[in-house]
């Protein structure tokens, strides 16, 4: 089991070195999600004295959260492609469930980042200084954690594909609907000073959502990344 | 010889549409109007039965998404692809019918409403599903990585249902019209209708995904054949 951690650890390692080397996804997926929050931001000035602005917060967090997470997950087995070393990865003595796990931690650290750094911009922009709580921390590391399952998955289906980007994107959306519901949900109620218990359900589904997809795709992890014809 | 062939073609083409032509007289002529929602109601034999459709769609989908997992063999692919395509064509006719529907009823063309945004959701799935198989060069990989897309948009329905359901119970629909969603029906020709309705889109579904099937069939073997003269060129 160490082992196997180890593995996984020194994969994610990987992609994280490389990253922070760069810093180019994460650059462009903060500024994606910058642009979207000012877009939002400026549209809002016109409800200023109509409405709570604070009602927005949840809502454009996860916007912001799931496009520019959906942009950069999708680069994370296309990389591998554009280097040529998917095939050093496929041909090591690791099952692809191990490959997906590392990629799948290292998608992990990047969203949180971005999360971690869009939060509080968020809050101040839309009035809602609520969203700093300890159960904020649990919601946003389960939607993220959500949303790094499906789109490690994804990223494994649309790389070697030219348009990876936007077939990734395409299928990355939808699926995590029903993460981005219970998400904006639950951070809805924490600004609104809702107990723990008041959203429980929600956060239930953001669980039930990481078991099965995780369940889901490590059992079919190896048929998305078979390379035969 | 070839008379007879066509006649075989023909046969399930009449039977469609001599279902259809029953339908409308039965829809516009036999029931009457139901009372409370008037002229508007009539659109229900189309809605409820391109619903009832696209969701056999896809469950027909991931059943044969599944099977070809197993068994590897290509017809089940092409049944999967042609049922999705026929699906999203019911799908997209459903989302069309209920916003005709819900303006007059309900007072406004979209809710939150759960089935509604879960219909919505899956259509979009599908609609990457479809794409998906369009932009992958074709090949085994393409099949086995189409199929399970259908799987995980399977396995997402009931969870996209159930965050969907929870948050209408969060924020009800908004319903401002004059008549909800159950005023009145209760006359038993409007259910013999309905339920005649669902059977000609069933038969309506089979014949166009039969006709989506065979032009699967027919481009997979253009793919064959061109790959099989790409061979014979390599080798010379």
């Known amino acids: 089991m160490m082992k196997i951690l180890k593995i996984v650890w020194i994969i994610a390692k990987k992609d994280l070195v490389t990253e922070f080397r760069g810093k180019d996804l994460l650059i462009s997926q903060l500024v994606f999600s910058i642009l979207t929050i000012s877009i939002f931001a400026v549209i809002s000035t016109s409800f200023v004295g109509t409405i709570d602005r604070s009602v927005l917060a949840g809502g454009v967090f996860f916007t912001a959260l799931t496009f520019s997470g959906g942009i950069s997950f999708s680069r994370s087995f296309s990389s591998e492609y554009e280097k040529g070393t998917h ?3 496929l041909v090591a003595p690791i099952g692809n469930e191990i490959i997906y796990l590392g990629k799948l931690l290292a998608n992990f650290v990047f969203i949180t980042i971005s999360a971690l750094i869009t939060l509080p911009l968020v809050a101040v922009i839309f009035d809602a200084l609520q969203i700093f709580s300890p159960e904020t921390i649990l919601v946003v590391l389960l939607a993220n954690l959500g949303f790094a399952i499906a789109g490690t998955t994804y990223s494994a289906i649309g790389a070697g594909l030219k348009s990876f980007q ?20 639950s951070l809805q109620m924490i600004i609104d000073g809702q107990p723990i218990s008041e959203f429980s359900q929600w956060l239930a589904i953001m669980a039930g959502f990481i078991f099965i997809f995780l369940l889901a795709s490590l059992l079919m992890i190896d048929l998305i990344m078979e390379e035969s014809i | 010889m070839a008379s007879t062939y066509y006649l075989k073609q023909l046969v399930p083409l009449i039977v469609v549409a001599s279902f259809l032509i029953v339908n409308y007289w039965l829809i516009f002529i036999w029931v009457p109007t139901e009372i409370n929602q008037g002229l508007v109601q009539k659109i229900f034999y189309l809605h409820i039965p391109v619903a009832w459709v696209s969701m056999v769609a896809i469950v027909v989908t991931a059943i044969f998404s599944f099977l070809y997992l197993w068994k590897r063999n290509e017809k089940y692919d092409q049944i999967a692809y042609s049922t999705a395509q026929t699906g999203l064509l019911f799908g997209l006719m459903m989302l069309v019918t209920g916003m005709i529907w819900a303006y007059p009823v309900w007072g406004t ?14 259509f979009l799935i599908y609609v990457a599903y479809i794409l998906f198989r369009n932009f992958y060069p074709p090949g085994g990989k393409r099949n086995r990585i189409a199929a399970v897309i259908a799987l995980l948009g399977a396995i997402d329905t009931p969870i996209i249902y159930y965050a969907a359901d929870i948050w209408q119970q969060n924020h009800p629909p908004a319903v401002i019209a004059p008549t909800s969603e159950s005023a009145g029906i209760a006359s038993s020709e409007i259910y013999i209708v309905l339920f005649f309705s669902v059977i000609t889109m069933t038969l309506l579904f089979t014949l166009i995904t039969s006709f989506t099937y065979r032009i699967q069939k027919a481009n997979n073997l253009l793919e064959f054949v061109k790959s099989q003269k790409f061979y014979a060129n390599y080798n010379n």
């Open chain 2, 109 to 122: 063309w979209w809710t939150g409403e759960a089935k509604l945004t879960t219909a919505l959701i899956l």
């Open chain 1, 87 to 89: 095939i050093t990865l």
């Open chain 1, 166 to 185: 936007l077939l990734v994107t395409l299928l990355f959306v939808p699926s995590v609907f029903p993460n981005i519901l219970a998400g904006v949900q």
